[in-house]
């Protein structure tokens, strides 16, 4: 199908999407804040007063669930490499999360380290799912390396995945890092088939192995 074919679908999808009215009914930025609401739902991972990291956090559809559930006495600190306008008790970095310079404005904001980092990040897909199924699971690397620095010991680390090639290593990898792993693939989800999200809960402490790991994922 021609790209204007494909845009015409995709706007038409995007009209009937009961989480898109939904959304727009409920004063919510985007579809994907169904997709952490029924999450935390079923995983309470969003408390009163934690801090919260929303890493890919454009147009803020997260970030709003986040900063509703923790309350005034929360943070969310979210990152993304496209402009978000303000949110009451969100405070935003945009830049590109690999890169250092944006990783230590990221830390700077986190003296006390985070409760939950959570990760809806994905590449611009390209449709060539050899070149896409990396690309998503680099930026799922970033997100797990980042949570491990950050993370008090009752923290959770939420990631957006994607089901291909890489997808059991990087379950096995978790497994490593966490003592519970979760796997959850929301309602709003269910028509976007390969996308899924991992929990990881319970950090383990970081043992020699667990440091080669790190520098052979590097
Ligand atoms: C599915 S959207 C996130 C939607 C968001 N959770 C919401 O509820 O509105 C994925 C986002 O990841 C961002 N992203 C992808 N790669 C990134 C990177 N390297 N650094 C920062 N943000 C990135 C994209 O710009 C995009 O806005």
Not at 69 to 82: E, M, Q, Y
Not at 147 to 168: D, H, I, M, T, W
Not at 180 to 194: C, E, G
Request: net charge neutral.
């Amino acid at each position: 199908m021609s790209r204007r074919g494909n845009t015409r679908r995709w706007l038409q999808r995007h009209v009937s999407d009961p989480y898109v009215r939904q959304a727009q009914a409920q004063g919510y930025r985007s579809r994907a804040s169904f997709k952490l609401l029924e999450i935390d739902q079923s995983d309470r991972l969003l408390t009163p007063g934690a801090t919260v990291v929303d890493l890919g956090a454009a147009p803020g559809g997260w970030s709003q669930v986040a900063a509703e559930r923790i309350g005034p006495r929360g943070r969310v600190v979210a990152v993304d490499l496209l402009d978000m306008g303000p949110l009451p008790g969100v405070e935003f970095i945009q830049g590109d999360f690999s890169e250092q310079a944006v990783l230590d404005a990221m830390l700077a904001l986190l003296p006390d380290g985070a409760d939950l980092v959570m990760s809806d990040m994905a590449p611009n897909l390209t449709g060539v799912r050899d070149v896409d199924q990396p690309a998503a699971l680099y930026l799922v690397e970033l997100a797990l390396d980042f949570a491990v620095r950050v993370l008090n010991p009752r923290g959770a680390l939420l990631v957006k995945c994607f089901e291909g090639a890489g997808s059991q290593e990087l379950r096995a990898l978790f497994g490593r890092r966490f003592g519970q792993v979760l796997v959850r693939k929301p309602d709003a989800s269910r028509d976007r088939s390969r996308e899924h999200y991992l929990i990881g809960r319970a950090m383990l402490p970081i043992t020699p192995s667990h440091s080669a790991d790190r520098s052979e994922e590097s």
